[in-house]
């Protein structure tokens, strides 16, 4: 095991913190340039594979986790309340926004197939997801993902949603095909 | 019918719809090889008598709530939007193609293709939605590391900067207190009282009388909920058939200004084609199956 | 290195606790005779001797400290980083309480939706908060806010914080029908 000074300074670091810490700040903290930084966090994940505990990336930072493995037993001692289970039209919809954001509703609607604005209402409740600004020509409202999104799907970002391209080629091109036919 | 043989596997190891097959002409099988077989150019969505399509679901549906088994929800709304695709795929393959604007995207993709693409995409979103549930529930699994600051380092600390103002400290306190509604399928149109259209003729032949002519607002104007209004909606086409009004209507979507041209007094036939037998259930159901248009 | 199952469980359950945690605790969960997880837990002290952090039995419980080593660097960390500035969720639990005080962490906790204990011990460490007596009928501690929360906002008294908006109660559900009927 080679744990140098790098390692147990990022170990001693993450073990006090309560929120996620980029990479930028632990290379500043630590004067080293970025890449040691990223090859040794690198390195500690894969040092903890066998451990109950995971060094993960989540929505930019990095943080430690117990391991899925010990959920049970972790449980025990978590008295969060249940999340609430989301809906299939919940998660249709919030995939619809993740892979087309930023997005009107009116443009959610048309690829679902449905109304879907009591559903839009609900994932901005839950904060999953929020307003992005106004789209150009048509004055619709346009929305995107949260941060807390990505928390919840354990995502480091939004690059890290798995592809849609095996299901659907040149569907950029497509969708304003049928955007002037749904008109 | 060798298609048809050739993708059953493939269903069968899908095994997600399951119940609803439909019996065609030309197509005989489960609703999803259906949809399979035209996204893989296999069928010709102009051949596919989506009517017929329509009658046998209802019929299925209908089957079923015979049995007990009650309303397969899931199954109802699958395929209501895959149906809405479908009609929206056969009306742009029928439809001339002046609706496309632009002939250079026609150029460079049939309509046809597009809403296959389009069929594609739906089922795409759907498939990575069940990613999402997946992920949501194995990142429940693992809980983050979250202590406290400790009170030497606090004491090291300089002043803490709270970094926002008392009113947008107040905006996060009303979004934070705010109760998470849990997300529900609002059920209450179920237990709707029931609304009678025969009823709601009456009222409207009383009030068009005694005003000769009103718009459609002021004729709902003490409606007090949605289905009224629908009702009276529907008792003014019925109404109009016998030729008892006239409707007129300046722009497109602008006021509906209905005038009485029937008998000053007497009953007029009132229809109840739109009313069913006192039921328990299920009436704005029954109501929304008819077609006013008839 | 082995690290059997009971080993992975207590790293798991420490890793995510802010308060220690005893011997005969991690017994009761884990469902093993207490001299196993003695014996774990001491295997685990020497697995991270080369480690920037550590297992420290405190006042009869365990808990992960960062290595005294790297106090300098972690010093640094805190000084240097963001830690002047309060964190979201610091800043949510802190609204929380500032709105309902006198107010019980449990009720925090099932108003924020997680649990707010390490939060609201580092407002507490950063003299933002404090004790406020006992909630007669369960015992609980109660909290407000202090002084110092009034000046570092900026705000003479209690008095000064703008008013919530009212709340409507009935009006997401009221909207949730009218969706569903334009639908």
């Known amino acids: 095991m080679t744990n140098s000074e790098i390692h147990r300074s990022i170990e001693a670091i993450l073990m006090i913190v309560d929120e996620p810490v980029t990479e930028t700040v632990l290379a500043t903290i630590l004067?080293?340039?970025?890449?040691?930084?990223?090859?040794?966090?690198?390195?500690?994940?894969?040092?903890?594979?066998?451990?109950?505990f995971q060094l993960r990336a989540i929505n930019g930072g990095w943080r430690f986790y117990s391991h899925p493995d010990e959920s049970a037993v972790v449980e025990k001692f978590v008295l969060d309340g249940q999340q609430a289970r989301l809906t299939q039209a919940a998660l249709e919809t919030l995939a619809v926004i993740a892979y087309r954001q930023p997005v009107s509703r009116a443009r959610v609607s048309a690829?679902?197939?449905?109304?879907?604005?009591?559903?839009?209402?609900?994932?901005?409740?839950?904060?999953?997801?929020?307003?992005?600004?106004?789209?150009?020509?048509?004055?619709?409202?346009?929305?995107?993902?949260?941060?807390?999104?990505?928390?919840?799907?354990?995502?480091?970002?939004?690059?890290?949603?798995?592809?849609?391209?095996?299901?659907?080629?040149?569907?950029?091109?497509?969708?304003?095909?049928?955007d002037s036919l749904t008109d | 019918m060798d298609l048809i043989e050739g993708n059953q596997i493939e269903t069968e190891g899908d095994g997600h719809t399951g119940g609803f097959a439909v019996h065609l002409e030309n197509f005989e099988g489960p609703f999803d090889l259906l949809l399979q077989l035209i996204s893989k150019h296999k069928l010709e969505v102009t051949e596919v008598a989506l009517s017929a399509v329509t009658d046998e679901f209802i019929a299925y549906i209908r089957q079923l709530e015979q049995s007990g088994e009650g309303w397969r929800l899931d199954q109802a709304t699958e395929f209501l939007v895959v149906a809405a695709t479908l009609l929206d795929l056969k009306a742009a393959k029928l439809l001339p193609s002046g609706?496309?604007?632009?002939?250079?995207?026609?150029?460079?993709?049939?309509?046809?293709?597009?809403?296959?693409?389009?069929?594609?995409?739906?089922?795409?979103?759907?498939?990575i939605a069940a990613t999402f549930s997946e992920r949501i529930a194995a990142t429940e699994k693992s809980f983050p590391r979250v202590v406290a600051l400790d009170p030497a380092l606090a004491a090291?600390?300089?002043?803490?900067?709270?970094?926002?103002?008392?009113?947008?400290?107040?905006?996060?306190?009303?979004?934070?207190?705010?109760?998470?509604?849990?997300?529900?399928?609002?059920?209450?149109?179920?237990?709707?009282?029931?609304?009678?259209?025969?009823?709601?003729?009456?009222?409207?032949?009383?009030?068009?009388?005694?005003?000769?002519?009103?718009?459609?607002?002021?004729?709902?104007?003490?409606?007090?909920?949605?289905?009224?209004?629908i009702a009276r909606f529907l008792a003014l086409l019925d109404l109009y058939r016998t030729g008892s009004l006239r409707?007129?209507?300046?722009?497109?979507?602008?006021?509906?200004?209905?005038?009485?041209?029937?008998?000053?007094?007497?009953?007029?036939?009132?229809?109840?084609?739109f009313d069913i037998a006192i039921a328990p259930l299920e009436d704005s159901d029954e109501l929304n199956n008819e077609d006013p248009n008839d």
């Open chain 1, 31 to 52: 004067e080293r340039p970025i890449e040691e930084v990223q090859a040794a966090l690198s390195d500690l994940v894969s040092q903890y594979e066998d451990r109950g």
């Open chain 1, 111 to 178: 690829i679902r197939g449905v109304n879907v604005e009591a559903v839009m209402k609900t994932l901005i409740n839950r904060g999953l997801i929020e307003e992005a600004g106004i789209e150009g020509e048509s004055g619709a409202t346009l929305y995107k993902t949260t941060s807390y999104f990505l928390e919840r799907l354990g995502l480091n970002s939004l690059d890290d949603l798995p592809a849609l391209a095996p299901y659907l080629p040149d569907l950029a091109a497509l969708d304003e095909v049928l």
């Open chain 2, 99 to 127: 609706e496309v604007e632009d002939e250079a995207d026609l150029a460079l993709l049939e309509a046809r293709d597009l809403l296959f693409a389009r069929l594609l995409q739906y089922r795409a979103f759907k498939e």
């Open chain 2, 156 to 229: 090291l600390l300089p002043e803490v900067l709270i970094g926002v103002g008392p009113e947008r400290f107040a905006a996060i306190a009303d979004r934070v207190m705010a109760p998470k509604t849990p997300p529900v399928v609002p059920v209450e149109h179920i237990h709707r009282p029931l609304i009678n259209v025969a009823d709601e003729s009456r009222k409207v032949i009383e009030f068009l009388r005694s005003h000769k002519s009103m718009s459609f607002r002021a004729l709902c104007a003490d409606a007090d909920e949605p289905m009224v209004v």
């Open chain 2, 247 to 273: 409707f007129e209507q300046v722009i497109a979507l602008g006021e509906l200004q209905i005038s009485w041209i029937g008998t000053e007094s007497g009953e007029v036939a009132v229809s109840d084609e």
